[in-house]
Each structure stands twice: as structure tokens, then as C-alpha cells.
């Protein structure tokens, strides 16, 4: 657990209440996307199945905040159902009430590696996007994280629906929003259209330094980047940079803050879940009392543990 004292000052939500004496406990935690069944080959070839998408952030959410409710919101294939729920009642601090199962099947993902930090993805797409009905029971939540896995995972229509309705800390993450997808499912990069909309519904968001160039549409440096997205919205933009670490911008009443938090040396076997491990952490460490900077410390961290590990099964220990 991640107990540093720090400030955090978000507005208008429940980072307004946290602060260097005050720690919030027993909260509830939405974390709302795709399940996928993903296929990771690595560069031997060596083939290995497991649960994707947001389990990754539920389960690391699960071990790194045992004192709060996570509710994974997202439809499940009816292929997964046993694997799923086996997973799931492992922790009793998974409230699998948000789920919707789906008779077609989960998204199956293919993700074969092509160098030590690029690989090539193909999916296919079996669950429809989430509509608002299924964001009802995110409105008890303290915090909401939305991880666009597919891209797909719910229309901009939605997510302003959510903005509207909740009213705690939306933390976004922007992941595969920047890919589109051919008739073979082969995944290929696209600029967001109309991404200040997108933006403008988050008060945290989260994306690595490709994507931040495709989510505002702009080849400029990471910092001009940042500075760009936090003034359409977002308290805090949170830019990872792999193993230069991660650029944290901060909204303030005097103007945008930078700080850049170097990375850390591990010994990379995979680097799936990567990310969704990050927002985990970041969101425990902000709950517990952390600022922006020492909540991006952590995660940052506890992100890179979890790179020396491939698959789900052995991300608890990774991570815990």
C-alpha cells in the first residue's frame, strides 16, 4: 500500500478532500473498458493465453487497494465466463456486479512481439461498446477509470454522458483511442478527431508519448504536447516515456507545472498491462493521500515490476 503523505489539488472531486493529513479509506473504484482474451507471443516465440484489457487494472487494483470495492464495468464473452469468474473470486474486494456477459465471446487479441518494445497487434471484435445503462453503477464510485482497450469501448457520446452524471475523479486512459482497425483486424495508428472533446471529460489523463502525438494530432516535443491537453481540461496529464520514465503536467491557477520522473532499470520480459498497471497505482497512491508527483513515483515503479513478468497469473506477485 502506498501511504506517502502529499497535496493533491484536482477540483471539483474527490482529490479536493485528500491531503497530507487526511487519507481516504474504503473507497469505490470503477474501472470501465474491454475484457479481452489475449494471445501474447513473445520475440522467441514462446506463446502464452491469458485474460486481458481491464483485468489487468482490476487485479492490480485489487492487490495494491484491499481496503476498496473495484468494480470492473465491461461486457465478458460467454467463452471466458469460468476463467473470468475464477479469477475474479479470488479477490474479495472485486465486485463483479458491473459485468455483462455477452453470448458472442470476448475480443480476442493477438499480440506478437517484434522487437523488445514494438509489436504488432491484431483483434477481433466480438462485444458491442458500452452505452450509458451500464455506467449506472459507476454513479456510487469515488473514482472512475476509463481504459480504452479496443478503442471502441464506449462512443464520445458516453463518456460525455458520464461526465455529466458523475461527479468524483474520471481518470482516463487514452491506450488504443489513437488505433483504428482494417478488415483483418490489424491495428494502425490514427490521429483522434475532435480530441479536445475527449479530453475536456477527464480530470486525469493517461498516454504514452506516441499516443499523445496522435491523441492531439501535433508531431511537437512531449512537453508542448501535455501543455496542449491540460489546457482543454485535464488537472493532471501523465505522459509515459518506457524507460525515460514520465513527464507529469499539472494544471494550476498560475499555469501548466512540469515534472519529469526519471525511469527504472528492470529486466523487460513483457510489457503488456504495462500501463493499465500504472493508472492502478497512480489511482491507489492519489487515494491514499499522494500528490500528483509522488502518486506518478509510485506507479512508475510499481509499472516497471510489473514488465518483468508475462501474463496475468504472475502479475500479483509482480506487483504486490
Not at 499522494?290 to 509499472?303: F, G, H, K, V
Request: charged share 20%; aromatic share 6%.
Amino acid at each position: 500500500m502506498f501511504l506517502l503523505p502529499g497535496d493533491v489539488s484536482f477540483g471539483g472531486n474527490i482529490a479536493d478532500k485528500v491531503s497530507s493529513s487526511e487519507a481516504v479509506s474504503a473507497m469505490k473504484i470503477s474501472v470501465v473498458g474491454t475484457i479481452n482474451n489475449d494471445t501474447i507471443v513473445s520475440l522467441e516465440g514462446v506463446k502464452t493465453e491469458s485474460l486481458g484489457g481491464i483485468i489487468y487494472n482490476t487485479v492490480a487494483l485489487a492487490v495494491l487497494c484491499p481496503d476498496d470495492t473495484i468494480i470492473p464495468v465491461a461486457y465478458y464473452g460467454t467463452d471466458c465466463a469460468d476463467g473470468l469468474m475464477s479469477l475474479l473470486t479470488r479477490f474479495l474486494n472485486i465486485d463483479p456486479s458491473g459485468l455483462v456477459e455477452w453470448k458472442n465471446g470476448c475480443n480476442q487479441n493477438l499480440l506478437r512481439y517484434v522487437s523488445g518494445d514494438s509489436r504488432e497487434e491484431i483483434l477481433e471484435i466480438r462485444v458491442p461498446s458500452i452505452d450509458s445503462d451500464m455506467l449506472k453503477t459507476c454513479s456510487s464510485s469515488d473514482f472512475v477509470l476509463v481504459n480504452f482497450i479496443s478503442g471502441f469501448d464506449m462512443e464520445l457520446d458516453t463518456l460525455k454522458n458520464l461526465r455529466e452524471i458523475f461527479k468524483g475523479t474520471i481518470y482516463m486512459d487514452v491506450h488504443s483511442l489513437t488505433l483504428g482497425i482494417d478488415g483483418e483486424g490489424a491495428r494502425f495508428e490514427r490521429i483522434v478527431e475532435g480530441w479536445t472533446e475527449w479530453a475536456v471529460c477527464a480530470d486525469i489523463i493517461q498516454m504514452n508519448r506516441k499516443e499523445a502525438r496522435l491523441f492531439a494530432g501535433v508531431s511537437t516535443s512531449v512537453e508542448n504536447v501535455s501543455r496542449m491537453i491540460c489546457s482543454e481540461g485535464p488537472k493532471v496529464c501523465l505522459i509515459t516515456l518506457g524507460k525515460d520514465g514520465v513527464l507529469i503536467t499539472r494544471s494550476t491557477s498560475e499555469g501548466s507545472i512540469q515534472t519529469r520522473i526519471e525511469g527504472v532499470s528492470v529486466d523487460v520480459k513483457d510489457t503488456t498491462g504495462c500501463g493499465d498497471v500504472f493508472s492502478a497505482a497512480y489511482i491507489c497512491a492519489c487515494n491514499r493521500g499522494c500528490d500528483p508527483i509522488e502518486s506518478a513515483r509510485q506507479a512508475n515503479l510499481t509499472a516497471a515490476r510489473s514488465c518483468e513478468c508475462v501474463g496475468l497469473e504472475s502479475l500479483k506477485e509482480a506487483i504486490h
